[in-house]
């Protein structure tokens, strides 16, 4: 059996090895290039750029040297194997020493005497010189091992590794390897880390031992210019589209036309198709809730009871009410097999979907006008439980956590992905906690007004990067999730907007509900109208969650 | 219309004397030695449920303040007002105050359990206090 085929082509960096000169530290061959006279004048003096490094780039902060090893990593790593050699002779630019290329190469054949002893030849720190030995020597044992090569194993660890003295415990971990071999009896299996890597595995981690200048990092360029393209996007005030539509080619840039700004329907009654009436709750209903799977309603009547209805039926399947007390909130379970409502005792209450309680949490868990959720694990509970104060309750630990606010809080909403709290507060602040760990206030939102009414806000957009908030003065307030910044206020409604609604999928789509009695749809600026207003003539349903 | 949002009060509470929205509590009375042009009125450290108007320049008995009108949330009714400023050295523990009018409040009702109230099992009225 033969050492482990890892595919590498064994001639891969070998082209210049034998030319390449021994001293590592500078990092300059020191030969004459036969490259084109232009590169030549610049390039033929190579000693004397090591005190003065030469520099590109308009402010002079990429040294030229660096650079170009990068580039020649970068071919490398694409498979242009010629063209990163042809690189390195016509810059006269090795993009690694010849030792180094000797190691990798050494390395990649699994010669790990001839590795181990070419360490000593490039000059190291002593401790990382023990550690990138360590990593070297362990390879070789497990090599061994898998070979059939027991007793050779051991004397690879007795006599090489154990005396490097670091990393006792993994020492130990290597000697149990011994113990449990051949090939696991009695069941014993042996974990990833007590296998041997993929020689090119093993490139890799001595990569992160050595210094950087000696061995430069895989794929640096690509991950340079992945930066830059990330700030791109995190600098990108309205940035809202796929990163399919970044290009290296100009820097990006979102316009304003890339968030919802422009109404494309306006919906009142008879605008749409009315489906079904669901009639039996005998007060204003003043919660509404999705199931998971999109089949089932949840509403809550203010001051009233909890019902279920069939989306397609328009049947009401089961009410949750509790003798005594009203509901005040109401939330599905992330499954979609139980479902959670608030009481005026100010419990909390959770029932299968037969009705039949499940459990309780008594004591200051809700106020008369709080929102329920669930995170999306479905271990925690969140509710306002004071005038001030939001809980987020486990259910099995019971552990209860709180988010304390100075002012009143008047609703929340949870994000996607059920790491974030969006909270609107009494005095015009919309303030965004993370609630995953730690609880922490990230960002304040200001703007929008609010007086009198139960105003909502929501994430939306593109990764859930922005915010978007109703207001008292008829318009819809958009800001940049991450920095707080006031993007767009949208006017078109002529009420008070109580509620938004961004759509999940579409990121390009919101929904806002007014007191004007009207639904309106945003899109894009671009996009076609369909602006049609429909006379109003009936019943208006705009403060509950859309 | 969207829904209102109030804050449910807890003691001995006073409210607006047409909708009944809570507007404060006892405790939080500084003092009751007020007047307005209409009625008694009573200075509280907290009030709730009130929006404001524009603020402007008002000479009281006491002297000039800066002081914004207080309304109730749920129906309009002018209620009080707020101290924004006191010109008057020995008048300053007014500022950030309310003034309640005795004439425009209910109360004050002992609400134990303020959601059950609307339910109408709670809710014993008090004899007014006109201390």
Redesign the interface.
Known sequence: MGGVEDGQPPSKRLRLSCAGSSSVSSGVRTEEPVAASSLRDSMARPRQCQGEEEVIGSRGMIKKLEFVRLIAGALYALGYERSGACLEEESGIPLHSGAIKLLMQHVLDGSWDESASMLQNICLDETIMKSAKFLILEQKFFELLDNGQTMDALTTLRTEISPLNIKTSRVHELSSCILHHPHSQNGYARKDSLKPKLRSEVLDELQKLLPPTIMVPARRLEYLVEQALNLQRGTCLFHNSSDLDMSLYADHHCGRDNIPSRTLQVAVNGEVVLKHRLCGHQKSVCQVAWSPDDQQLLTCGTEETVRRWDVLSGECLQVYEKAGFFAVSCAWSPDGESVFAGFSDKSLCMWDLNGKELESWKGQKTVKISDLAVTLDGKQIISICRETAILLLDKETKVEKLIEEDQAITSFSLSNDGKFLLVNLINEEIHLWAIDGDIKLLTKYKGHKRSRFLVRSCFGGLEQSFIASGSEDSQVYIWRRSSGQLVDILPGHSGVVNCVSWNPVDPHMLATASDDRTIRIWGLNGANMRHKVVQNNGTHQSNGKL | ????????LEGRIYSCRLCQSHLGIADDIISKAFHSRNSRAYLFDRV?NV??GEQEDRMMMTGLHTVVDIFC?GCGLPVGWKYEFAYEEDQKYKEGKFILERNQLAGPNVNA????E??GLVGIPEPVDDA
């Not at chain 2, 219309?1 to 449910?8: D, K, P, T």
């Not at chain 2, 359990?113 to 059950?116: G, S, W």
Request: glycine share 6%; net charge neutral.
């Open positions: 219309m969207g829904r209102l949002f109030l804050i449910e709730v929006t404001v949330v359990f303020p959601f059950v609307a339910f």
